[in-house]
């Protein structure tokens, strides 16, 4: 090697750097890709009914967030949501917003919202709907 001809120039380190972008940018966009294609999988979007909507658009008005979570999202007064379809079952979730509030001493209280039978269904297909999210397998148990 001659002198002024390093080991490493600076038309390699270019290389270097060019390619190790490119290689990234590509191996970026491959992932990008890949989880697009697993969202309608994942999200169980063909399991998403009239009904459902409906119901989530129930979930959004009356503010249930306000107190609930639901998959890990929404405020921390009130149990998670996402997996109460599995652990109450549709009849438990209806008659329990009909009883609202319990009034239980000692207990928190959730307000009535006064749904009528169409809307409970319709809520109760929006739970359903979350349950089924595959979520990888996250809450880790049935009561969240
Ligand atoms: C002001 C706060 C508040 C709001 C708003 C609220 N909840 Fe609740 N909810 C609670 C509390 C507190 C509990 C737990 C009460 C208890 O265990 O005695 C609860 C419990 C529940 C349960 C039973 C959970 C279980 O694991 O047994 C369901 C189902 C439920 N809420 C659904 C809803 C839905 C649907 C909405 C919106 C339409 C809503 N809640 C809005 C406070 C709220």
Sequence with gaps: M??????FTKQMARNVFYGGSVFFALLFAAIVFHSEQRIPQRSNSAAIT???????????????IGCHTLLGEG???????????????????????????THTPGR????????NEQQLDELVEFLKWTSQVNTEKWPPNIEG
Excluded: S
């Excluded at 997996?83 to 009909?98: C, E, H, Q, S, T």
């Excluded at 928190?108 to 749904?115: A, E, G, S, V």
């Design 2 to 7: 001659g002198h002024g001809q390093a080991g």
């Design 50 to 64: 009239p009904q459902v909507v409906a119901g989530k658009k129930i979930w959004e008005t009356r503010n249930c």
């Design 75 to 101: 405020a921390y007064f009130a149990p998670e949501l996402g997996n109460v379809y599995l652990r109450r079952g549709p009849d438990f979730i209806k008659a329990w917003m009909k009883i609202q509030p």
């Design 108 to 115: 928190r209280q959730m307000p009535q919202f006064n749904l």
